[in-house]
Each structure stands twice: as C-alpha cells, then as structure tokens.
T-cell receptor, first 117, second 111 residues
Framework: DTGVSQNPRHKITKRGQNVTFRCDPI?????LYWYRQTLGQGPEFLTY??????LEKSRLLSDRFSAERPKGSFSTLEIQRTEQGDSAMYLC????????WGPGELFFGEGSRLTVL | RKEVEQDPGPFNVPEGATVAFNCTYS??????FFWYRQDCRKEPKLLMS???SGNEDGRFTAQLNRASQYISLLIRDSKLSDSATYLC????????????FGTGTRLLVSP
C-alpha cells in the first residue's frame, strides 16, 4: 500500500498521559500536514512541514503538542499531559510540491483516533 | 465567524433526486476552492475542484461566485453510494496548501 499510513489507529489513554502518533506519508511527497477532527466538525489544521522544516503551526497547537519530521520522511505528533478535550481523530496528509499536481489535493491517512478518559 | 460555513444537514433524499449544497467563505483573498467527500469513519478525499466558470464531473457540478464568496455543489440522479459528508474546502493561500475545511454537509440517499 503506497498511501499515507498512520499508527496507531486507535489509542485510549488516561488523562495526564503522553501519547505519540506516527505518520508515514507517500514517499515522493515532501509536504506533510497534521489536522485534527472532532465529531461533527471538519478537519482543523494543526501544522505543516516542507521536508523536515516545520513552517506553520496553528494556534490550536498548544505547548503540550509537538510535531517533528526529523529526516523529511515520517512525522510524529506527540501530546503531553493529555486532557479530555484532546479526544479527536488526528489526521495526517501529504502532498507533492510543484504545479504539476492539483493545488488542493491532500492525500489523507485513515487517522489515529485518540480517546482520553 | 468561521472561515468556511456550511449547513450540516443531514439532507435526506430519495434515489434519483437532485440535491444542492452551499457554502460561504469569509476570506476574500482565498484563491482555490474544493469539495471533499468523507465517508463515515474514513478519511476525506478530494471530490472536485471548483472554478469560477463552473465545472462538471459526471453527475456533479460545482460553482463558485467570488463576488458573493459562495460555493455550491449539485448532485444529480443521486445514488445510494453518494451517501457521505461533503466538505467545502478553501485554500487560504498563505504560500502553501493550508486547506480550511467547513464542518461538512451530511447526505443520506435512501432507496
């Protein structure tokens, strides 16, 4: 499967614990995005990487959240001291750069669902 | 005010019906517009781009009105398989593809 891969697919944790999600983008894509989606809402932008550089972070990304893409390939999203409000689906997406691709096509993974008890 | 607003629905329609979804956006500098489809518990996928001249893909027609900052999606001859959530998406054009999603409009097509 050459699509965007995310794991774990589901994570249940207790409030105050740390969690980490991993995203493996499509191999030739140099742009990587994290979004968060809660029930009944559309995905909300969290952060964006171009290769290994984190170029944009949303105000939604509090200091408990950190994302990395150390070698410009896979990315991790860590949430420290989880709160019940962090419960959501965390979606990773990738896209290639270059005008040969449509400007709006992000390829999403199936997401990592977090439940904080 | 949300940057992209949609009626969440649900829209319940019988097979064969024509249904239209609307969306408004607040950022007049937005340059690119899209409809994504999201099936229940699945990831969003690009359905079609939206152009000022209007564009059609089979049973789906998308329209953009820049003056009114309004985007529409028309689905003709609805199929059961069209049941999904349709997300209106705007590229905020900040130098990269920062896509801003609406809340989505849920469509249920019944036999």
């Amino acid at each position: 499967d050459t699509g965007v891969s995310q794991n774990p697919r589901h994570k249940i944790t207790k409030r105050g614990q740390n969690v980490t999600f991993r995203c493996d983008p499509i191999s030739e894509h140099n742009r990587l995005y994290w979004y968060r989606q809660t029930l009944g809402q559309g995905p909300e932008f969290l952060t964006y990487f171009q290769n290994e550089a984190q170029l944009e972070k949303s105000r939604l990304l509090s200091d408990r959240f950190s994302a990395e893409r150390p070698k410009g390939s896979f990315s991790t999203l860590e949430i420290q001291r989880t709160e019940q409000g962090d419960s959501a689906m965390y979606l990773c997406a990738s896209s290639p750069s270059g005008r040969e691709w449509g400007p709006g096509e992000l390829f999403f993974g199936e997401g990592s669902r977090l439940t904080v008890l | 005010r949300k940057e992209v607003e949609q009626d969440p629905g649900p829209f319940n329609v019988p097979e064969g019906a024509t249904v239209a979804f609307n969306c408004t956006y607040s950022n007049s500098a937005s340059q690119s517009f899209f409809w994504y489809r999201q099936d229940c518990r699945k990831e969003p996928k690009l359905l079609m781009s939206v152009y000022s001249s209007g564009n059609e893909d089979g049973r789906f027609t998308a329209q953009l009105n820049r003056a009114s900052q309004y985007i529409s999606l028309l689905i003709r001859d609805s199929k059961l398989s069209d049941s999904a959530t349709y997300l209106c998406v705007v590229n905020s054009n900040t130098g990269f593809q920062k896509l801003v999603f609406g809340t989505g409009t849920r469509l249920l097509v019944s036999p």
